[in-house]
């Protein structure tokens, strides 16, 4: 068993060293009728049978790559430089754990410092924290936030908010909240003045929405204060960051975002690594992990977790959250790779992002019976299509052009939303596949 | 008539006609360690007895402070927000927490006096 | 050089054929029957008309087993078709591809009942060997190809062959289009697939050698049925729109341009893990230039394979495939190649057949309507 | 008065002479600056290509200001965070027996299997036959899970320990809300991970704490008092988190089924005996499973984790979205609500976007078919007997607050440093100088200045061995009297104790540009 480094002579001579006459002896607690015997498994395997035995099964799946690609809707295929994957699987970055003797884990802590000053930067805001599971649960979390700074649990949700954030919102937020949520208005910014009263703690308004969608956060910021509550602004798409106008400037209060665009694969959807950035005031109801700068006792600078009596292992049944740990390595991924770009990187990265979908919706906007839904946007748009987007999909699909995610498969009880189809483009795309596209469209509306 | 009584939650509590200031005592000071964060009741916050009033955070731990009698928040100690250390310095004196209107100042005599406090600490 | 002909290999119903009277003809290294006293033109109304039953046990039969990994993702290496999508008893038409775009084969490929993953395969008579072998070599990390010399293959065709089959094989009538499963059929253990290659309903029987004629001429004894031999198989084919290997499709001929581009599946499409795939993708964005078309010759001359066809200035624009009397529609029928602007159904061409240039009309394949029993889904 | 947590004991000292150096880099390792202090404008390390001229889209939505992050080349870069990762210990590098951490060590297979294109490159919402690899792997994971806790049903969903803990919870409750009852109270005993009472708050109920035995356990006599027909549901950890196997874990399942509540167990410590209980038969009806800690997916520095949950035929319904289902079509998923129930489900929701954490799903199928059953079987017994070895090798030295034998870890308090003057943080950090990372220390906080040592399947005898002797040593410098070593450490540390009061009353959370200073006029 090559991870097993026990030899049956050691396990002898421990054992005689314990006094007991046999492992089984160890367990002498475990109820006899709790004792396994027989388990359907199968026995151990080399490396070269498990390398085979799961090489089989992702031959089985289409990776994004293979072809014209232009799924986004909360999560974005884009490219991660060589040396952020090698940096991440260094020994002490990647088998370390949670901070917990900060004299042999500054490593951790220093970049986890970085990243809380890069994501305040990228966000507007004044501090963040040391990550999240994703942005989904980064967004319950901020809902939980603000009702502990507003004393109230009223939860307006905008419509184009990404539908699985909503749920995420409802189910781990729901029980402190009522939650409202909008209906889903198209390129369009709905007004949610209306529906924020006295009672409201916040108001959650994703940007660019999940329809690509890019609005003017500030309306309803105004809106929000007004009545006393806050603004929780959302974003799935790190990248944009370098190009939209970020939440803080638009007058956000909180902000969850998420972060797998920047150092993170796609990866069926996990692990990816939620982004959480607040105003000063608000820190010690900020939920999860924090680092933060100190010096140790030779006056050296240096940095440790703290505000660690809101967290659950010393507050426990009172404290701001359940988390225990962040999402550390996606985290430091995610840095790095800002660390690579810096502004001038990021900003070109973005305006081609950006670029390609403006090309992108040039050329597909051209064709008959094809509308582009959502007049302003980053590097994601909706198609208001002809067709039902489920035949146009799968008729796509047949010409090798995987070409966006439905809304009706996000929204389906919004039969409205039928013929709408969300069309994100990337760095990676490249003029072949918007030609490929443009064509595999023209063929199928032909 | 001014006099002093104790919680058996670490409170002191000083009232003055009818006007109280309370505070936490050494012997909680010295459980917390340094003091970090103090949360106060705004003015105006009805407190009951025995309800939670405001928090004290230390790096190692947090906990309630809770009102020792029922009554009116008038004030919290502004200093303790730039200056926790305060509490560690001068628990019951410079380190107060908030100062309350109450409901029924002949409550002050179910508290502890100086002494049973001692006393009870002394059993912990 | 060697001058006496290659020795004529003969099906284990060979003796049957000759006994019924068929005249024999060399047919891709076999001695077939090409027709029977009956005649062509009546053996090919039967089998539209009632059931007939065809030998086809010179067609290239094996199994795929699995040998330390699954046979159709093995078998999908050198095919686009989706093979490890087919459930159990579930049948598929697919490809041999070159790397140039073109076609090396076609075949049936199906995943056989409680077999482990196992599937069944019907390759073309003459390339049986060099199929085989491909398909050896490129599956025996995963697999092992196992070929089945001695087992016959039967074909009953036609509107009645369910009714008919029904009487010797209980069950098959609930076997779906495209569907496979073992059946007693008169006594001998066989495999049925509901499939043929005639645009009629039908079954493709096969079943261990030494139970092919007992089997065969309890068919036979049914009223409703006939022998059917390769020239009405031809004919049928042909109206039913069908491309035949080594005619219609070749090594140089696009699977796109053939009208095939369905035979690559979905996912295979997507993940571009094929021979040929960009070559084929991007035809099937942009098209080839070329679509296989039917024609119908407006005067009673047949066009043979290999008539040119031109358009109404004379000008050569492709060429015929396969061509041939209809005896349903009662007209000269072919398929071949044009340039796809002239390929829109109604558009008048020519072919030039003995020096004369004959009028043709290109006609929406198939010419005579399929009637397949597609089962409801 | 709340007297729990870890204490610090920050003594502002003499700076070590020997660190002393003209860079004050020491050797091999380096003093490094923040990314922001080495980054110049303009500066990038990723090649890009310029944009084609294009007309833009966002129009006064445009970025104003950027977002001010350092540009730097590849090279710096890199060596920016090659000089901080030398500044932490790892399990790859040094015994870590983090006791409740399982901090084991990460084959590199795993990660190399995660990061195939056909795992690592597949997106959430691509057409669904394309990911059928994907469902299996899904598939095949939830069969071992399955199959080794002996429960019925599974969801992967859970991004972690603690979400998988909400999950339990929500599923009790929703299941409550099924029966038509409302029942308020989730008891958790004294010794419980703080994590448990924290979720069963998130999950809206209130948290009772049921006190421990002398011997660390609950009993069944403590607990009766506490089973009322408001209990929604029990949280109990086992292994528990003083390192020992509740015996009447079975009586209590019982006890609290017949109260009608239901028995949620914290999986955190099923590694000390997967492959020997199968923790179905123990009356459980959901326990989460942490795949970092037994199934040996990294830890990195904190996350990313995954926590499924098994759940008992009484629960099964109730599992979040999204459901797998497997037909003639081969995989999807249930995403919708009301077609979940259209199939007799009654999730209580979904509990984050997607589809939960695949890249931990490959890693942790990679470490089960590698070790195959016969191998987990082994690592329960290798851990279960590296904790009772330590224990052993110690407890005449050091105090034990419970008899052995323990499962995976190893108890001690700090009875055996009264009089020393060396607290149980003096005593880890001294540990630090002597190369080991120091075990749990102030957990669990039933037990006085605890010290909870797991050793794991990983350590060679060889490795025991010294540890051991370092640590017999280290008590015998304490009982010598020898207290400055330990109040000094750790002084071969890239840093010494660091001052964590300052860090939380003055709180710097990020790096900010310094003010430019005004020159004079």
Known sequence: MRYLPLTADDRKAMLEAIGAPSAAALFSDVPHGARAARFDLPPHAGEIEVERALSRLAAANVSAGSGPFFCGAGAYRHHVPASVDHLIQRSEFLTSYTPYQPEIAQGTLQALFEFQSQVAGLTGMEVANASMYDGSTATAEAVLMAHRLTGKRRTVLSGNLHPHYAETVKTIAGLASDIVVAPPQVGREEDLAALIDGETSCVVVQNPDVFGFVRDLAPAARAAHAKGALLIAVVTEAVSFGLVESPGAMGADIVAAEGQSLGNGLSFGGPYVGLFAAREEFIRQMPGRIAGETVDADGRRGFVLTLLAREQHIRREKATSNICTNSGLCALAFSIHLSLLGDAGLRRLASLNHARAVQLVERLSGITGVELATPVFFNEFTLKLPKPAVQVNDALADLGVVAGVRALRLFPREPSLGCHLIVAATELNTDADVEAYGRALEQVLA | MAETRYTKSHEWIHAENGIATIGITQYAVDQLGDIVFVELPKAGKKLAEGGEAAVVESVKAASEVYAPLSGEALEGNAELAGNPALVNADPEGKGWFFRMKLSDEGALKTLMSKDQYTEFVKGL | ?377 | MNRQGRPTDFVSGEADAGSKTISSHRGLDHEEPLIFELGREGQTGVDLPEAAPFKDRLGALARKTAPGLPGLSEPEAVRHYVRLSQRNASIDASFYPLGSCTMKHNPRLNEKLARLPGFADIHPLQPQKTVQGAFAVMAELSRWLKELTGMPAVTLVPKAGAQGELCGLLAIRAALAARGETRTKVLVPQSAHGTNPATAAAAGFTVEEVKATTDGRVDLAMLRPHLGSDVAAVMLTNPNTCGLFERDIVAIADAVHDAGAYFYCDGANFNAIVGKVKPGALGIDAMHINLHKTFSTPHGGGGPGAGPVVFSERLAAFAPLPLIVHDKQGFRFIEDEDEARAKGAQPFGRMCAFHGQMGMFVRALSYMLSHGVDGLRQVAEDAVLSANYVLASLKDVMSAPYPGPCMHEALFDDEFLKGTGVSTLDFAKALIDDGFHPPTVYFPLVVHGAMLIEPTETESKRTLDEFVRVARALVSEAKAGNTARFKRAPVLAPRRRLDETLAARKPVLRWKREPPKKSPP
Do not use: C
């Open chain 3, 1 to 377: 050089m060697n001058e006496n002909l290659p020795e004529l290999k003969r099906t284990v119903l060979h003796a049957l054929h000759v006994g019924l009277g068929a005249k024999m003809v060399p047919f891709a290294g076999y001695e077939m029957p090409v027709q029977y006293p009956t005649g062509i033109l009546k053996e090919h109304r039967h089998a539209r008309e009632s059931a007939g039953l065809f030998d086809v046990s010179h067609m290239g039969q094996a199994v795929l087993k699995p040998a330390g990994g699954d046979p159709a993702r093995a078998l999908e290496t050198i095919t686009p078709a989706d093979i490890a999508g087919l459930s159990e008893g579930q049948m598929r038409y697919a490809l041999l591809l070159n790397d140039k775009g073109g076609v090396s084969d076609d075949f049936m490929a199906a995943r056989l009942p409680h077999g482990k993953g196992a599937l069944y395969l019907v390759v073309n008579a003459a390339t049986k060997e060099s199929d085989f072998a491909a398909i050896a070599d490129e599956t025996k990390e995963r697999a092992t190809l196992e070929p089945q010399p001695d087992r016959a293959l039967l074909a009953l065709q036609g509107p009645r062959a369910e009714a008919v089959l029904a009487r010797h094989a209980q069950g098959v009538a609930e076997l779906g289009f495209m569907r496979l499963g073992h059946f007693i059929v008169a006594g001998a253990r066989a495999t049925v697939s509901r499939s043929g290659y005639t645009g009629e309903d039908g079954f493709e029987i096969s079943l261990d050698a030494k139970d092919a004629e007992r089997v065969a001429r309890a068919l036979l004894a049914e009223p409703e049925v006939l022998p059917i031999g390769l020239g009405a198989r031809d004919s049928l084919r042909l109206e039913a729109g069908l491309p035949l290997y080594g005619h219609d499709l070749d090594e140089s001929t696009s699977p796109i341009a053939a009208g095939l581009g369905w035979t690559i599946g979905k996912r295979r499409k997507l993940a571009r893990d094929f021979l040929s795939a960009d070559i084929l993708m991007a035809e099937l964005l942009e098209g080839t230039g070329r679509k296989r078309v039917g024609l119908t010759l407006l005067d009673k001359t047949p066009a043979r394979e290999g008539a040119e066809i031109v358009d109404t200035t004379g000008r050569p624009v492709g060429h015929v495939t396969s061509g041939g009397f209809s005896p349903t529609l009662n007209a000269p029928i072919a398929m071949g190649y044009v340039d796809t602007e002239l390929a829109a159904d109604g558009t008048e061409l020519g072919v030039v057949v003995r020096e004369v240039q004959r009028r043709a009309v290109v006609t929406p394949m198939p010419f005579v309507p399929h009637r397949y029993k597609r089962s409801a889904e």
